[in-house]
């Protein structure tokens, strides 16, 4: 028969590793929009550890020693790739993990800052080449990244196998109808007003997708800086073109795109969430619900 002292033992560990006592799999995604899809595939069987968290800016973040403990106790990690987290390696190697690390942008075609400059007639940035990997913001490649992410789960937890397919392919889905929708939306725009300016260039696989032009003074990271020369050229753009809306980013800091709107005639259209969602309560608290506060913003401003 257990004795008290044995129960209050075991009691304190239920406790400590409430994930191991659950028998759910404790999985870190490295920013909010893949831990929600992480949560999507892995329902009740994960237990998900987010590292930059809502309106956090992954581009400059910098890892805390609680984000080296979670990534040691992990059974799996979750990353973007495509050189989205400089920070990453750095912090697997720290924490001396080492278990399956799931690319979740595996199979994407990556867009290359030259693509993004050549089919937007980006002007504001200065010789910045490199990597787009803000590959989310196409619902194909959301999809693309269910289905990576459900077979890494599934590769760690085997038993839980059944339980990812299925519950990928209700994901599936609802993101089927969200990419109908989206492009429902922007067909409904005049051609003449599918150009915006956002804070930086995070919307190239949108716009490719989409068929809608956006230019940022700031190139693929917020930590790069906009030269005059480029702000000076895309005020001049913004002007000859006509672009009617700037859009401010919830990770960017305002200021730039509110100099650019004071110097022409285009308005600030509104918020887009384009590399961290909302807090839960907000309007973007989930990866289908951001899509769909962007594309309602968007077609808001530009439809007038």
């Known amino acids: ?92 190697q720290s924490a001396e993990y080492k278990g399956p690390v799931v690319v979740a942008s595996a199979g994407v ?11 937007s007639g980006q002007s504001g940035t200065d010789n910045e080449h490199g990597t787009d990997p803000h590959a989310w913001q196409n619902v194909a490649n959301a999809k693309l990244y269910v289905a990576n992410i459900e077979a890494g789960l599934s590769a760690a937890d085997p038993d839980g196998a059944e339980v990812y397919r299925a519950n990928a392919a209700a994901y599936e889905a609802k993101l089927d109808t969200l990419e109908a929708d989206v492009k429902a939306a922007v067909a409904s725009l005049p051609e003449n007003r599918r150009e915006i300016v956002t804070s930086h260039d995070a919307f190239g696989y949108f716009g490719a997708a989409y068929g809608m032009v956006f230019k940022a003074p700031e190139g693929l ?38 100099q650019i709107v004071s110097e022409t005639d285009a308005k600030v259209g509104g918020t887009l969430y384009s590399d961290a969602l909302s807090p839960a309560a907000g309007p973007a608290g989930t990866y289908i619900a951001m899509m769909r506060n962007n594309i309602a913003e968007l077609t808001a401003a530009l439809g007038r």
């Open 109 to 119: 075609a990556a867009r290359t800052f030259d693509d993004d400059a050549a089919s």
């Open 221 to 258: 990271s917020t930590d790069s800086e906009a030269s005059a020369a480029g702000v000076a050229a895309l005020i001049t753009q913004i002007r000859t073109d006509h672009i009617p809306a700037v859009f401010i980013e919830n990770i960017s800091d305002p200021r730039l795109l509110e």
């Open 1 to 92: 028969m257990p004795t008290r002292r044995f129960l209050l033992f075991a009691a304190t560990l239920l406790t400590a590793f409430p994930a191991f006592a659950q028998g759910t799999v404790p999985v870190v995604a490295s920013f909010s929009i893949l831990g929600d899809l992480v949560q999507e595939v892995g329902g009740d069987r994960v237990t998900v550890t987010t590292l930059v968290g809502p309106d956090g800016d992954a581009h400059v973040y910098q890892p805390t020693p609680q984000d080296a403990k979670a990534v040691a106790g992990a059974h799996v990690v979750v990353v973007n790739g495509l050189t989205f987290e400089g920070w990453m390696d750095r912090l697997i």
